[in-house]
């Protein structure tokens, strides 16, 4: 079964960068939308940026990520990425890979984890 794998994660310094990536292991046809999620300890999976549509590359943020996190993608290699800038202590969390196909098959990854200290 093909899953989604990240990479990127690790121990970073509060005002540093890290820049996630995903992708499939195998191919996954129809592409719709790629996105992150992270979990931070003890609280619940919330959103940080998704590509609505990989056609017309329209994108959603958390609100606490505005303005220092930008999502993009690599059609052709069905590749998300994920540039994180000014780190905070607060991003601190499991990040999460997700894709969706035309199909309406939702995949995820086994998460990559970021924490930043302060």
């Known amino acids: 079964q093909v899953q989604l794998v990240e990479s990127g994660g690790g121990l970073v310094q509060a005002g540093g960068s890290l820049r996630l990536s995903c992708a499939p292991s195998?191919?996954?046809?129809?592409?719709?939308?790629m996105g992150w999620y992270r979990q931070p300890p003890g609280k619940q999976r919330e959103l940080v940026a998704v590509?609505?549509?990989?056609?017309?590359?329209?994108?959603n943020y958390g609100e606490s990520v505005k303005g220092r996190f930008t999502i993009s993608t690599d059609i052709a290699k069905n590749t998300v990425y994920l540039q994180m800038n000014s780190l905070k202590p607060e991003d601190t969390a499991l990040y999460y890979c997700?894709?969706?196909?035309?199909?309406?098959?939702?995949?995820w990854g086994q998460g990559t984890q970021v924490t930043v200290s302060s």
């Open positions: 590509i609505i549509s990989v056609k017309s590359g329209s994108t």
């Open positions: 195998g191919s996954i046809d129809n592409m719709y939308n």
């Open positions: 997700t894709a969706t196909n035309l199909r309406s098959q939702i995949y």
